[in-house]
């Protein structure tokens, strides 16, 4: 059996990491859960470090109701406050209010275009693949993003800058930029 070759991030002596860059990212999947809750951790990990919101991924799925956007849209203030005073997560009332901000922009999305994934394919109609040979060949953002961003805005997001969403794509496999000599670019 040949080597596995991963992409330098997924490479870190971090099981998890390395079974989020095996299995997720990149691959497609535009389950609503998912796709909630992707949107959420992307944006917990603004200016934090991946590894640390993805170890405590568990306790955001406790947090935020398995990232159902109909429950998390009935939280409450109260449950706001409670969140703060729970250390297993990121305690940030900006990330935490946009976490619940989200859920009702995406019940308004589901209500309007069918749901929260063909909202996004209108967008990125299909995933776009890059052929990148090094990392500092991903960018970190793009136009179809920097238009995402103004849109999601506009239709009531929160938290989802170019840079936010760009990630978000990628982990949802509506962008696979694994490297062109990772061992994991076309698996399904």
Same mark, same amino acid.
């Given at each position: 059996m040949s080597e596995l070759i991963r992409c330098p991030w997924g490479t870190k002596d971090d099981s998890l990491m390395q079974q989020y860059h095996d299995h997720e990212w990149g691959k497609l999947n535009l389950d609503e859960q998912y796709l909630f809750e992707m949107l959420t951790l992307e944006l917990f990990q603004s200016g934090l470090n991946w590894s640390m919101i993805l170890h405590k991924r568990e306790n955001f799925q406790r947090a935020f109701?398995?990232?159902?956007? @109909?429950?998390?849209a009935k939280m409450t203030d109260d449950d706001i406050a409670l969140l703060m005073q729970d250390s297993s997560i990121v305690r940030n009332k900006m990330k935490i209010t946009a976490t619940l901000k989200?859920?009702? @922009?995406?019940? @308004?999305?589901d209500a309007k275009e069918g749901s929260f994934a063909h909202y996004l394919q209108q967008f990125v109609k299909t995933p776009i693949v890059h052929h990148a040979q090094t990392a500092e060949e991903v960018p970190s953002t793009s136009k179809i993003t920097v238009q995402m961003a103004k849109q999601m805005k506009k239709d009531g997001f929160s938290f989802v800058g170019?840079?936010?969403l760009y990630s978000f794509?990628?982990?949802v496999g509506l962008i696979n930029d694994h490297l062109e000599t990772c061992s994991f670019k076309y698996q399904g």
């Open positions: 109701k398995n990232f159902v956007p @109909a429950e998390v989200n859920a009702k @922009a995406i019940l @308004a999305v170019p840079i936010t794509l990628q982990s």
